[in-house]
């Protein structure tokens, strides 16, 4: 399978606890976007990295939250003390880019986080 | 002032019928790309089209293409021929330059319903 993974596919936690996703991206793609989806919404953009380099990350995206791509490959997400209020789809999506234009994103088939 | 905006939150379709879904944003910027994505109940993205704000002609891929209207700011999706698996939710979104990156906003979608 070539395209974009996510792992786990569902993560339950409880209140306060540490939880860390993984995005695999397409092999050869160099731009990576982390998006949280809630209900009934569409995504909301998070954080972007160009190979390892972080360059964007969103309001949205509170001190709790880091996001890593070392070696410009896979990333993970972190979120720490997690809040009812994280529960939501994590989704990755990676697109191959220049300097000036990108591509579309293809997107991996999510995290559903749910904090109890 | 919302950057995508799609006022349909469901709409229903008779199978082999064609449906339109509406899209507009909002930009001061002249080079921009719209796309619709689909999203099934599975919750995987799935591109659909694409449509740059310099391209001349509407885009098209296989049933699917974009009325693109540029002076109104739409952006429609045209469904011709529907089928069952064409139920999901349907995202309009759109990349603009934000800072360096190419930025992409999502609408909040709409749910089509495909009856038998």
């Known amino acids: 399978d070539t395209g974009v993974s996510q792992n786990p596919r569902h993560k339950i936690t409880k209140r306060g606890q540490n939880v860390t996703f993984r995005c695999d991206p397409i092999s050869e793609h160099n731009r990576l976007y982390w998006y949280r989806q809630t209900l009934g919404q569409g995504p909301e953009f998070l954080t972007y990295?160009?190979?390892?380099?972080?360059?964007?990350k969103s309001r949205l995206l509170s001190d709790r939250f880091s996001a890593e791509r070392p070696k410009g490959s896979f990333s993970t997400l972190e979120i720490q003390r997690t809040e009812q209020g994280d529960s939501a789809m994590y989704l990755c999506?990676?697109?191959?880019?220049?300097?000036?234009?990108?591509?579309?994103?293809?997107f991996g088939p999510g995290t559903r986080l749910t904090v109890l | 002032a919302q950057k995508i905006t799609q006022t349909q939150p469901g709409m229903f379709v008779q199978e082999k019928e064609a449906v339109t879904l509406d899209c507009t944003y909002d930009t001061s910027d002249p080079s921009y790309g719209l796309f619709w994505y689909k999203q099934p109940s599975s919750g995987e993205m799935i591109f659909l089209i694409y449509?740059?704000?310099?391209?001349?002609q509407n885009a098209t891929e296989g049933r699917y293409s974009l009325n693109f209207q540029k002076a109104r700011k739409s952006a429609n999706l045209v469904i011709s021929a529907s089928q069952l698996g064409d139920s999901a939710m349907y995202f309009c979104?759109?990349?603009?330059?934000?800072?360096?990156?190419?930025?992409?906003?999502f609408g909040t979608g709409t749910k089509l319903q495909v009856i038998p």
């Open positions: 979104a759109m990349r603009e330059p934000s800072g360096g990156y190419q930025k992409v906003t």
């Open positions: 990295f160009q190979n390892e380099a972080q360059l964007e």
């Open positions: 999506a990676s697109s191959l880019g220049s300097t000036t234009y990108s591509n579309e994103q293809f």
């Open positions: 449509q740059g704000s310099y391209d001349q």
